[in-house]
């Protein structure tokens, strides 16, 4: 009675294969080598079939998703690429290279920002302790893509991560900079400059600070500029007129105390100083 069970598990398997045969035979082999990996529902079926070896079956399936994916031949062959991966991670959700792997292609290859997230979502899914999953998918949302807030949101969830790397938290107050959320970005680099140590991180957070700040005062002096146009048809002859108009409360300085370059004739300010060059 007990070899009945065993016996219904391999007749399923034998039909599962079968039925995969019988639809992977229609493609053709020079096309699409290995194409019966796509006809697989998921990876929760072909465990089944591995006989109580789904890490070494995931290791099969990895190491002819690299070759696949190598063959610039196949002009679809990104059509089943999260598809493929997911197979892995179902078959060993610990085995963490495939989802780095499989990011890396979707992003740097097929150009899919989406998919390439998908996957490293999925591996800090079935690994909330991995830290490099949200960072990676920060990494790539901020580069590939140049969609900072995505990036920020990434750099956060690997910042709430024990063991992530200290540079995180500089990524993400850049990242809020990016898309001109400078309260985050500066409180963030504020605290960064204060808690560390090393001389050389101290001096990139002031730049940081210097540059947070020149753009917020420069933002405010040439809204100034703007109300003293439409009151008087021209620009200011200089800066200081914005407060004896009361457009301004004060003149703000840069961080080191210097007053900013106005120049009357195109009524644009700039900071004193190059922040990277402080």
Same mark, same amino acid.
């Given at each position: 009675m007990k070899k009945t069970p065993l016996a219904i598990i391999l007749i399923l398997s034998c039909l599962i294969f079968l039925?995969?045969?019988?639809?992977?035979d229609k493609i053709t082999r020079t096309k699409v080598p290995g194409s019966s990996?796509?006809?697989i529902p998921s990876g929760k079926y072909l465990r089944f079939a591995t006989f109580g070896f789904p890490s070494f079956t995931a290791d099969i399936i990895y190491i002819w998703a690299i070759q696949y994916y190598s063959n610039y031949s196949i002009e679809d062959r990104f059509d089943y690429l999260d598809h493929i991966f997911s197979i892995i991670s179902e078959l060993d959700p610990h085995y963490l290279d495939p989802y780095e792997i499989g990011s890396l292609i979707a992003a740097h290859e097929a150009r899919d920002v989406n998919t390439a997230c998908k996957i490293l979502d999925r591996g800090l899914e079935k690994n909330p302790k991995e830290w490099i999953?949200?960072?990676e998918a920060?990494?790539?949302a901020q580069m590939v893509e140049k969609d900072f807030a995505l990036a920020q949101k990434y750099y956060k969830k690997t910042m709430e991560i024990? /063991?992530?790397?200290a540079l995180v938290r500089r990524l993400y107050a850049n990242?809020?900079?990016k898309i001109m959320d400078y309260k985050t970005s500066l409180e963030n680099w504020l605290e960064i400059y204060q808690e560390t140590e090393d001389e050389r991180i101290k001096k990139i957070a002031s730049n940081q600070i210097y540059q947070i700040k020149t753009t917020i005062d420069i933002k405010t002096i040439k809204e100034a500029i703007e109300k003293f146009k439409e009151r008087f048809g021209r620009n200011p002859t200089e800066l200081a007129q914005l407060v004896k108009? /009361?457009?301004l409360d004060s003149l703000p300085k840069d961080l080191d105390g210097k007053e900013y370059i106005y120049?009357?004739?195109r009524g644009e300010v700039k900071a004193p100083t190059i922040w990277w060059k402080r």
């Open positions: 039925g995969l045969k019988l639809k992977a990996i796509i006809y999953f949200p960072f920060g990494h790539i024990e /063991g992530s790397p990242a809020a900079f108009d /009361g457009l120049d009357s004739q």
